[in-house]
Structures are given as C-alpha cells and as structure tokens.
C-alpha cells in the first residue's frame, strides 16, 4: 500500500512537470521566432538606408545587392542564413524580401508597416 502511494506521488510530480513543460516550451518558441523576424527586419531596413544612400551617390538603386556597402548589412536571414532576394524592376524600384516569410522592404515601404 506504502509503494502504491509513493508510485502516486510521483507520476503526480512527473504530470506537473510535463504539464508545466506544455505550457512554457511554445511561448519560449514563439519568443525565439518573433526575435528572429526582428532581426530579420533590422537587416531588411539596413538594406533600405544603403540603397538610399547608393541613390544618393548614382542616382538609382542597386541592381545587386553586393553593390551596396555598409557596416551593418548582412544580406540573409537570421532564421537559416539563406540568402535576401532582390527584384530590381528598374533602376527606380526594388523590393528585397525575405525567403522565410519575414517580410520585404521596396523604395516606398516595408511590408510589415502595411500590417499596422
Ligand atoms: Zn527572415
């Protein structure tokens, strides 16, 4: 009877952790991938400065990314490091977008400022 109670007790204790688990381990997660998209979106509006200011200097924006330059520009997503895509329509209009869904930023907005 003694070990039945003690057996009891513990799978009492083993639900509570797991319970407690279930509960934290998803708002951890969603925490991590909302960090990430900021991330994401901080490169994204880095890009947009160096464009303007590659504009400034020539006069239209750059048909590639590797043509802009700056300190803080990183050209991929935090999430798996794949690569930003560029779509130059003209040498007036971009768009760079985030292969994971983040977002994208053109010579007019940023997606994410569509939403608010
Ligand atoms: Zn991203």
Same mark, same amino acid.
């Given at each position: 009877m003694l070990r039945w109670a003690v057996v009891r007790k513990l799978l009492i204790v083993a639900l509570s952790a797991a319970l407690v688990a279930a509960i934290v381990v998803p708002g951890y997660k969603i925490e991590k991938q909302q960090q990430t998209q900021q991330t994401c979106r901080r490169r994204l509006e880095q890009i947009v400065k160096a464009q303007e200011r590659y504009f400034a200097q020539h006069g239209k924006y750059a048909?590639?990314? $590797?043509e802009l330059i700056g300190d803080?520009?990183?050209? $991929?997503?935090?999430?798996?490091d794949s690569p930003f895509v560029l779509q130059a329509a003209d040498s007036l209009h971009y768009k760079v977008s985030c292969p994971n869904g983040h977002g994208w930023v053109s010579n007019e907005t940023a997606s994410w400022k569509l939403e608010e």
């Open positions: 048909s590639e990314l $590797t803080s520009l990183n050209f $991929t997503c935090p999430q798996n």
